[in-house]
């Protein structure tokens, strides 16, 4: 017998039971194609449109609140602003010669953009898509990075590593002399780590102080930084050894051991609970359970694999293939349920995107 109470919530049931689920896409850089591929990661599993550019991308970030996806296009110094909820171009702003790459704020009002052609940091509002300040830099920039907190960010040279205030608009003097690549801000926005590419160590220093913390010595040369979902485990890859660095950067910052994982590893991408990485050499992605930092899986995804991103919900991994010009798609669950490592029980397709994909963001339409 049915209720009065029960008759009265079955509509609620079956509004929330029709409710669509999101629909994630895939916008992917076509450096060599000069365009973005918006692939499908639902029904479909497929590009749904090119989106040719002017120029080659190298770089594509994503807004957090606005229907934008954004793509750099480092030799023509332009950022070109795609609309994702039609999967068209809107506009573009040029602001230097030759650009290096981009970072967007989490409240989506600038997009930073690294220049190498004149040196420059160039602030862009991204209300009107127009470049609203710039900030001139003494060394040939490598790398930039935006604080959390939105107040700061830092830039790398081949000599040394700055601050730079967002609000005063100025740059720090050196917080260090070296050969600097990758860094990176913890969540708090207290901690820079700096890659000393020469020397194979991390420098950590204070943001508020502009002081050094400690030099962290790892086994590879720190060429790549990737984080877990909570930012409490930093890794990292380089040449020099066929593994990742496990660095644990709150508190007492320091090394938390060395994993082997596959041949030369790269680029790497986590899950709530997986570590994927991509080893550009043998055409392979291996998977580490972030926990206990056993291999629990190696897959074959394709040819040259140099970028790694996970959807939002944890479903997909995704691998860009550069020389293959394809998009490798791993069930993480099945990765996870799955008993032998080498089974190929977690590639679930591949899809052509375009002649040497180089990066990928993935946004829910």
Known sequence: MIDRRTMLALPLAAAACSRPEPRYYAFVANQEGQAIAAVELGIVMAVVRHIPLDAAPAQVVAANYRPSVYALTPESGSVHEIQSDNLRFARKVTVASQAVSMQATADDKFLYVLARDPRLVVAVALDQFRAQWKLPLPEEPVTLALAPDGKTAAVTSSASVRLIDLTSRTLSQ???????????????????????????????????????????????????????????????????????????????????????????????????????????????VSVLNIDTRKLIAVVQVGADPGFVVVTPDDQYALILNRQSGDLAVLNVPKIQQKANRYSPAGLTTVIPVGSRPVSAVVRSI
């Open 174 to 284: 050196p917080l260090g002399l070296g050969e600097f690549g990758s860094i990176a801000f913890l969540d708090d926005s207290k901690t820079l780590i700096a890659a000393d590419l020469k020397e194979r160590r991390l420098s950590l220093y204070d943001v508020a102080s502009r002081r050094l913390i400690t030099h962290l010595p790892v086994s590879v040369r720190p060429d790549r930084f990737c984080f877990n979902h909570d930012g409490g485990q930093l890794f990292v890859t380089g040449e020099g050894m066929d593994a990742v660095v496990v660095v644990w950067p709150f508190y007492t910052p320091r090394v938390g051991g060395t994993v082997l994982a596959g041949h030369a590893p790269g680029a790497m991408g986590t899950s709530d609970s997986l570590l994927f990485v991509a080893s550009p050499q043998s055409g392979n």
